[in-house]
């Protein structure tokens, strides 16, 4: 789609993992849905966690995935990469999606999904002192993301708006 790395790292809603360079890392689906890229570019290190919603009490059951909520899949994906060899202090982030994807008539804050799923997320990058060092978020339209570890580029294609860079 984006690049002619070496492999493609596919992650899936609700999941998360990491690629080293020369390869990249993608996710598609990204509607309410945060797509948070965790890096370290001086071990061309990079995780990906889809992020689907904000907080982990929303889950049901005894088990959950950590990777769905972005109070459990961000400090999980930290301490992925730290067993890869990512300094915590070094760590950057990049993150897009989180749109509205409908228009509700109720302003219930329940149905502010996207926008839910960004402040969470930001929240978390804030406690772990992570610097969100570029981000592409909100809007109404779908977004597939793909970051390239050598270049340390986030590619983006929006539905309808074509592809960017940041």
């Known amino acids: 789609m984006f690049l002619n790395s070496t492999t493609v790292i596919k992650v899936g809603i609700a999941q998360m993992d990491i690629a080293k360079s020369p390869n990249s890392i993608r996710t598609s689906g990204l509607g309410s849905c945060v797509g948070v890229i965790l890096y370290d570019e001086s071990k061309k290190v990079a995780g ?4 689907m919603l904000p907080d982990s009490k ?6 959950i995935n950590v990777a769905k909520f972005a109070d459990t899949g961000i400090p999980a994906m930290v301490d992925q990469l730290k067993q890869e060899g990512a300094q915590l202090f070094k760590l950057k982030a990049k993150i897009a999606g989180g749109a509205q994807m ?3 008539t109720s302003s219930r804050d329940s149905m502010r999904i996207g926008p839910r799923n960004v402040e969470a997320v930001k929240q978390q990058l804030t406690n772990l002192s992570i610097p969100i060092v570029a981000e592409d978020t909100g809007g109404s339209s779908g977004r597939t993301i793909e970051f390239d570890t050598t270049t340390s580029i ?3 294609r929006t539905v309808n708006q074509g592809v960017k860079e940041i």
């Open 154 to 156: 986030l590619h983006i």
């Open 48 to 51: 990906l966690v889809h992020v």
């Open 102 to 104: 409908f228009q509700f």
């Open 58 to 63: 929303l889950g049901r059951g005894d088990t």
